[in-house]
Structures are given as C-alpha cells and as structure tokens.
C-alpha cells in the first residue's frame, strides 16, 4: 500500500502547454505540500495546505495552481508551462500537530520541458 | 539565500567505518531538525530528528548532533552498510508557536557511497 502517490512519475511537454499532476495520499494526514527539487538537487517548498485550506504560498509563480478537493488530495496544476519549469516535482504530507511531525514524501514526478 | 548549508557534495565510506555527514543553518529561529535519506527515483524519506533542547538523538546506527552555538547538526551512522549508500538531506523547521505548519527548509544534499 502506497502512503503517497503521485501521477504521472514522468512528464515531457512543450513549452506553453498547461499540464497537471495529481498527489494522493493514504495516512490520514491533514497537511500536504508540494516540493520542487531543481537542477542544483535543493529541495524547495511550493505550497502547504492544511484541511485543504492554503496555509504556504512560497512566491510561487501565479502560473502554478494547487488545487485540494479534499484531505487526502493535493493537485498541481501549471499554465503555460517554461523550460525552467523543468525539475522532479514532490508531494509529501504529515499530521502538524504531532511531536514528530515527520513528512511522508511521494516518489516525485519528474517534468521535463521542451 | 540558503539557511541550510550541506557543503560536501559527497562522503565515500569503507564498510563497518563510521559516516559523518554535516549540515550548517544561518536562520536563529530554526527549532527542529531533520534528516531525510533518499533513494534514486524515490522520495526522500525521514531518518531522524532532534528537538532544539537537546544535543543528541540516537536511533540504532544512526546518532544527531547538535550544536546550537556553532548552528551546526551531524549525522553518525556507525557502522556504515553499503544499503546506507543514497543522498542524505538535512532539514530544519520552525516550530515555535506552531504556524509554521511543518514547513521544511533543506540543504542540497550530501551522497554517501559506502564500499563493500
């Protein structure tokens, strides 16, 4: 059984398209986040919801919309997409309020822009 | 601006010998800190924290150190297995009057080889 899940793990694309990827997650968590992990290998955080309720909006491009229906979905939609857009996408979750609070991270989306 | 600093791209290792990865932060407010191991074509997934009260963490093989007057944590692992081999990230949080809502800052990652 797979905590995190996201879909597609691969995306290629043309410049200017306006792709999604979907982000599932099974803990019953009620925070997820989207991460960005560049050519320079950092991890960045995009966006945090919590009770899917927008609670991180890391000066994002207004091009990149997360969309959560519910708990357990965070969705990212991006608009015409740019080839520095191009990087492994991660979506991960966690329970805040636990002393732990330790984040279960998805196996990435890779996108690759052309 | 990073606030989380791994400055060795890479740590290679001989089996049975200790690792130590290092990991150095600049931001003050910075309260609990994390490591991630990561697997290629895996997410990260966590290894071991330690809360800003303490100096050290222990977990089997795998110890954290930290030292709050340096702004600097390390990682032990001893002893080093090959399975240990992947990318280790240090993360760091704020949890200080709990709005953060677990927001992690990483560092860029050290890649640890450890030979049979």
């Known amino acids: 059984d797979t905590a995190v899940s996201q879909t597609p793990k691969y995306l290629v694309t043309q410049m200017g398209n306006d792709k999604s990827i979907k982000c599932e997650q099974n803990l019953g968590h009620d925070t997820m986040y989207w991460y960005k992990q560049d050519s320079k290998k950092f991890l960045k955080i995009m966006f945090s919801?919590?009770?899917?309720?927008?609670?991180i909006n890391e000066t994002v491009p207004n091009r990149f919309s997360p969309k959560s229906p519910d708990k357990a979905h965070l969705n990212l939609h991006i608009n015409s997409l740019e080839l520095g857009d191009s990087a492994v996408y991660f979506c991960?979750?966690?329970?805040?309020?636990?002393?732990?609070?330790?984040?279960?991270f998805g196996p990435g989306t890779r996108l690759t822009v052309l | 601006d990073q606030q989380v600093k791994q400055n060795s791209p890479s740590l290679s290792v001989q089996e049975g010998r200790i690792s130590i990865l290092n990991c150095d932060y600049t931001n003050s407010m910075f309260d609990y800190f994390l490591w991630y191991k990561k697997y290629p074509a895996e997410g990260p997934t966590f290894l071991i924290s330690?809360?800003?009260?303490?100096d050290k963490n222990e977990d089997g093989r795998f110890t954290v150190f930290l030292n709050k007057s340096a702004k600097h944590l390390s990682l032990h692992i001893v002893p080093s297995q090959p399975g240990d081999s992947a990318v280790y990230f240090c993360?760091?949080?704020?949890?200080?009057?709990?709005?953060?809502?677990?927001?992690?800052?990483f560092g860029q990652g050290t890649i640890l080889t450890v030979h049979p």
């Open positions: 919801y919590n009770n899917k309720e927008l609670i």
């Open positions: 993360a760091a949080q704020t949890r200080a009057g709990g709005t953060s809502y677990g927001k992690l800052t």
């Open positions: 330690i809360s800003s009260i303490k």
């Open positions: 991960a979750s966690s329970q805040v309020r636990l002393a732990r609070d330790e984040q279960f």
